[in-house]
């Protein structure tokens, strides 16, 4: 079936010598995977390998099976093209960990319009903003809310937050939890949009670990889940 989408690129990955292996979250279809035959080869096709750098948001006609195969891609065109996230050194960061994340985290190959919606919003917001430091930190909490996750809110003063339950109690469990002043800042994060960020001051010695227990929250609730191998690389770039 021949399918039109918009689509958010999460990985690229090289085949061979000439080809790509791209996945996609797609408006229409959930997470799709294509291989592109050729296109590190061809310089006059109508697919390039630039088209799908990390979080690159495109159109594309595609042919969709729906077997779970790689499909292929017919026609494809970048839709709100990125002023500053490929090439602000911070933002490109960002970028490069969050679709490491995103690709670790969506497994549904279904239509999620919602969820396309969010990451759309939010990629754009990133592009056009500047005060982006706590900027991951609330993507990924609002994140779980689509995935089925988000922290039940806390009615009162709990002191812990318990990451394996997904809730805040009033008394340490064996379960990993988020505690102190990391607390404080988590529950900052919840209920809040993008806007709200000006107003968030969260210090490199708190954010760190606060981002830390953030994939951990991911890791035991999502199955199969895998840390990302670009943390360290987005810690040493707001060292």
Known sequence: MQVTTKAIVLTSLKYGDTSLIVKV???ADGLKSYLLKGVLASKK???KAAYFQPLTQLEL???HKN???LETIREVKI???YKTLHTNIVKNSLVLFLAEMLSNSIQEEQQDESLYNYLEYGLNWLDFNEKI???HLLFLMNLTKFLGFYPEESEGVNAYFDLQEGQFVSSPTLNPLIENENVTHFKKLLGINFDALKGIKIAKGNREPLLKSVILYFELHLHGFRKPKSLAVLNAVFD
């Open 25 to 27: 979250f797609t408006q």
């Open 45 to 47: 096709g109508k697919l």
């Open 61 to 63: 006609t595609a042919n």
């Open 67 to 69: 077997k779970g195969t």
């Open 79 to 81: 839709i709100n093209p």
């Open 133 to 135: 430091a706590n900027f």
